[in-house]
T-cell receptor, first 112, second 117 residues
Framework: QKEVEQDPGPLSVPEGAIVSLNCTYS??????FMWYRQYSRKGPELLMY????GNKEDGRFTAQVDKSSKYISLFIRDSQPSDSATYLC????????????FGKGTKLTVNP | GAVVSQHPSWVICKSGTSVKIECRSL??????MFWYRQFPKQSLMLMAT?????????EQGVEKDKFLINHASLTLSTLTVTSAHPEDSSFYIC?????????????FGSGTRLTVV
């Protein structure tokens, strides 16, 4: 079993839809959880950052972490064509190595 | 916000030659830099972690003599692909952490697309 599992999609939705992206993980030591957005041929851009469990909201984006289930989610409300990109979850342990462990990424297309 | 500049954005080189990729943190001091490789439709694969002034730590399976990493200052790290071959063609991305990465996550460069012909 990989440390971080993420459905690669692709996911195609109409404009205005609510998008749900998810990752599961196996390492209970993960404490920091991030979502990155990556446009084609570009570096990843940090969207959301969460420490431990809980929810975090930023505009149209909401990140949720459920450590008991080892499950994290990113919700995008009122999705726009400009949201079309690959979304990567990433996480790391507290203390120790600074290495991030990434999911495979989910390719999202929002159709006008 | 934190900005990481990576150059060149793309490069084509002949087989057997070496290519250097630069990664600079523009508005913060990067105590740690990470180098990744990404194949099409794949996630980021960590190649090595470098701390300023010390030798890089390479991930298992990554040839340290082929992928030379230098982190000589708190704002600059370089990756040199030596004696490049077509199988080294890939998208290389750097990431920098200021040590407050715990709070702010990690800032990525825009990536370098290397094509070896």
């Amino acid at each position: 079993q990989k440390e971080v599992e993420q459905d690669p999609g692709p996911l195609s939705v109409p404009e205005g839809a609510i998008v749900s992206l998810n990752c599961t993980y196996s390492n209970s030591a993960f404490q920091y959880f991030m979502w990155y957005r990556q446009y084609s041929r570009k570096g990843p851009e940090l969207l959301m950052y969460t420490y431990s469990s809980g929810n975090k909201e930023d505009g149209r984006f909401t990140a949720q972490v459920d450590k008991s289930s080892k499950y994290i989610s990113l919700f995008i409300r009122d999705s726009q064509p400009s949201d079309s990109a690959t979304y990567l979850c990433a996480m790391r342990e507290q203390g120790g190595s600074e290495k991030l462990v990434f999911g495979k990424g989910t390719k999202l297309t929002v159709n006008p | 916000g934190a900005v990481v500049s990576q150059h060149p954005s793309w490069v084509i080189c002949k087989s057997g030659t070496s290519v250097k990729i630069e990664c600079r943190s523009l508005d913060f001091q990067a105590t740690t830099m990470f180098w990744y490789r990404q194949f099409p439709k794949q996630s980021l694969m960590l190649m090595a972690t470098s701390n300023e002034g010390s030798k890089a730590t390479y991930e298992q399976g990554v040839e340290k003599d082929k992928f030379l990493i230098n982190h000589a200052s708190l704002t600059l790290s370089t990756l040199t692909v030596t004696s490049a071959h077509p199988e080294d063609s890939s998208f290389y991305i750097c990431s920098a952490s200021s040590g407050t990465g715990l709070i702010y996550g990690y800032t990525f460069g825009s990536g370098t697309r290397l094509t070896v012909v």
